[in-house]
């Protein structure tokens, strides 16, 4: 019993830790699982520039070209390297996305702990940061993006898009350009994993925002000069963005093109208040989530109850911004402004109007809003000895666990 009790210590010292072998028990299904031959994997992970090998000639292409609509050349070389070293073994590639995930659960702890230190919390800012961290492993959500391999670009482009905020704050900190070229290379790497990082920039002025850079009496706390300090990564996310649009598949875009602007801003409203019930309580998650009606059909009457409810919440917090704590609308901002490009206001080549894969990084920001007050409130609980909260959090905890365990097997194979 004290060999067991020393080894439980260690390890609720050690939260890195603890986020491995969380990740890994509820993750440890998808390394026997198979390829989406029926769902993206075909094209995506069977094609001539995987099995072309880490050559110029392959390479060149892979950096300059779209592939079936899609620049992701950093996603493209994580294939070929599992390719050249393993072959097309489905459980390495499961393998690296799980490896994924555990990295960014490791750097959300780090990222989250610099901002729940900023905040100045009532208990230490790495409990709250360990709390949403292990909700940002846990959740439901986030299965589509680790178990379905043609996913690996949201965790891939998470991972470089987490280096560079990390970065970003060791130059706030210490004003040395070379946390600030880190920040920007690693920009470049996650928008080469992923078109969605493009939003990088207005997130860091986000954190300029957190940290108090805005405060400052002198010119550096001017939003003229912070920027032109984002000048570089403004520049390269508009040139991004626009050649990306440029190569959308223009079929698709049409088909979500065809809803006019009124109904697409009723589908983000939709979409704001669906994710918001799925992160409180997920429940009958689906692979897909397809438009409620075509374009030109009437839209079901129940959709505009949602804008109804966005418009009251944002009145509400209009009429209350004076009130609102900075750090939630810190995590509400970035929950939005990660989501922003896949509520459909800005046509995109989607076939469906909402998709879990969407919240994976953004979902951090309503993690953290959570963790700000649970971790203490629990604390609280345990220190009252009031045990009836410890029992709910833990069944509370262990549902999104075993839920999001149970929603691997539905990614098996093309059947499942």
Excluded at 50 to 79: A, C, H, K, M
Excluded at 142 to 151: D, F, G, L, N
Aim: proline share 5%; hydrophobic share 50%; aromatic share 18%.
């Amino acid at each position: 019993m004290n060999d067991m009790s020393q080894i439980l210590k260690r390890l609720i010292k050690n939260p890195y830790l603890l986020l491995v072998i969380v990740c890994v028990a509820i993750y440890y299904p998808i390394l026997g699982h198979y390829f989406q031959m029926r769902w993206d994997d075909q094209s995506q992970v069977f094609n001539r520039f995987t099995e072309g090998g880490l050559t110029f000639d392959n390479l060149r292409p892979v950096f300059t070209q779209f592939i079936n609509g899609q620049y992701s050349p950093i996603n493209s070389v994580f294939y070929i390297v599992i390719y050249s070293l393993f072959g097309y073994n489905p459980s390495i590639y499961h393998l690296f996305s799980l490896l994924l995930h555990i990295a960014n659960c490791c750097l959300m702890f780090l990222f989250l702990s610099h901002i729940a230190a900023v905040f100045k919390p009532r208990i230490k800012a790495s409990t709250i940061a360990f709390a949403g961290a292990l909700l940002f492993a846990i959740h439901p959500l986030q299965v589509e993006s680790i178990s379905w391999i043609s996913a690996s670009k949201i965790p891939l482009y998470t991972f470089f898009t987490l280096l560079s905020f990390i970065a970003y704050i060791h130059y706030i900190n210490t004003q040395k350009m070379r946390f600030y070229i880190a920040a920007f290379v690693c920009f470049v790497c996650s928008f080469g994993s992923k078109e969605q990082a493009v939003v990088l920039p207005v997130l860091l002025l986000l954190l300029d925002w957190a940290f108090g850079r805005y405060d400052k009496s002198d010119i550096k706390g001017s939003i003229l000069h912070l920027l032109v300090e984002k000048l570089p990564f403004i520049l390269f996310a508009v040139f991004a963005g626009l050649i990306t649009v440029s190569q959308q598949n223009v079929e698709h875009t049409l088909r979500v093109a065809g809803y006019p602007l009124w109904q697409r801003l009723v589908f983000a409203c939709y979409s704001l208040v669906v994710y918001a019930g799925r992160f409180i309580f997920p429940a009958g998650l689906l692979y897909l989530y397809p438009f409620p009606m075509t374009p030109g059909d009437a839209m079901p009457l129940r959709f505009f109850m949602y804008p109804a409810i966005i418009i009251t919440l944002i009145a509400f917090a209009i009429y209350y911004i004076r009130k609102i704590p900075k750090l939630v609308i810190f995590g509400v901002l970035f929950y939005l402004i990660n989501l922003a490009l896949s509520l459909h206001i800005f046509p995109m080549s989607r076939f469906m109007i909402t998709a879990d894969r969407y919240v994976y990084l953004g979902s951090a920001g309503l993690f953290f809003i959570a963790a700000w007050y649970a971790a203490p409130w629990l604390q609280k609980m345990i220190a009252e000895k009031k045990k009836w909260s410890v029992i709910i959090t833990a069944c509370y905890m262990l549902y999104l666990g075993g839920y999001a365990h149970a929603r691997t097997y539905a990614w098996k194979d093309n059947e499942t």
